[in-house]
């Protein structure tokens, strides 16, 4: 199971944000390039990079220094974050370490762009499903929509989608544990693979998930906060 640190963008810096407001913001770093060397250092594998800005206006809004991130790192990278329409993909996945793009608002209001892109780029799409008390939200978590997240990953079966990275809104940002029951539904309910977010506390939350089958689980404020060590956690997840 990986264990993925997470790097949100919103105006260049490196923030985190709380259930996703706009507006409850902490920020972290002014570079994020140097967060990005350190989640290296500390032994990450992968690392989920989502351009906040560009998930609000639907266009990348932070690419330059997204761009500057992945270059500066060996560590492959995943980008999310307004990513709507091939030339925005194929920008992305031009950039060598980008090992896969997330399509998220785009996944529910248009599934057969998501099969399409899916053919094009095999292997480098992900969908990103994004929950609040079941439902899936769009639009940089603004719009909750009447379709249930498993109901979404469900559509996606066969599609090619190279993995489900389902996040529960209310936990997000907020260090109060992961909704385990949530994530543990998304994974038995198709056999595309799922990454885990939102609300890991304490590397404990990791052990959580010893029955669920994930493919990794995204950390972020308690990173920043040090309530979870990354290599810490990376142990912990390998003991699993």
């Known amino acids: 199971m990986l264990i993925i640190p997470a790097i949100d963008i919103k105006n260049g810096k490196c ?5 996703g407001r706009m507006n409850a913001e902490t920020v972290y ?11 290296e250092e500390r032994g990450a594998r992968l690392i989920h990079l989502v351009d906040l800005d560009g998930a609000i206006e639907g266009i990348p809004k932070n690419q330059d220094i997204i761009k500057k991130v ?35 608002t785009v996944a529910q209001e248009n599934p057969d762009f998501v099969e399409k892109m899916c053919t094009m780029f095999s292997g480098s799409i992900a969908v990103g499903i994004d929950a609040k008390d079941g439902m899936v939200a769009t639009r ?3 719009k909750v929509t009447q379709d249930k997240a498993v109901d979404l990953a469900k559509r996606l079966e066969g ?14 940002g907020m260090l109060t544990g992961p909704n385990v029951k949530a994530a543990k539904a998304m994974a038995h309910a198709v056999n595309i693979p799922v990454i885990a977010s939102g609300g890991m506390s304490s590397v404990k939350d990791i052990e959580g998930f010893k029955s669920v089958k994930l493919e990794g689980i995204i950390i972020g404020k308690a990173l920043y906060t040090g309530a979870i060590d990354l290599k810490e956690a990376i142990e912990a997840a390998e003991a699993l």
């Open 15 to 19: 923030v985190r944000l709380t259930q």
């Open 29 to 39: 770093s002014e570079n994020p390039v140097e967060i990005a060397k350190r989640w």
């Open 70 to 104: 992945v270059k500066s790192i060996k560590t492959d990278v995943e980008i999310g974050g307004g990513i709507r329409n091939v030339e925005t993909i194929k920008t992305y996945l031009g950039i060598q370490g980008v090992q896969r793009v997330i399509i998220g």
């Open 140 to 142: 940089g978590w603004i």
């Open 159 to 172: 599609l090619g989608v190279s993995c489900i990275i389902y996040t529960d809104i209310s936990r997000d």
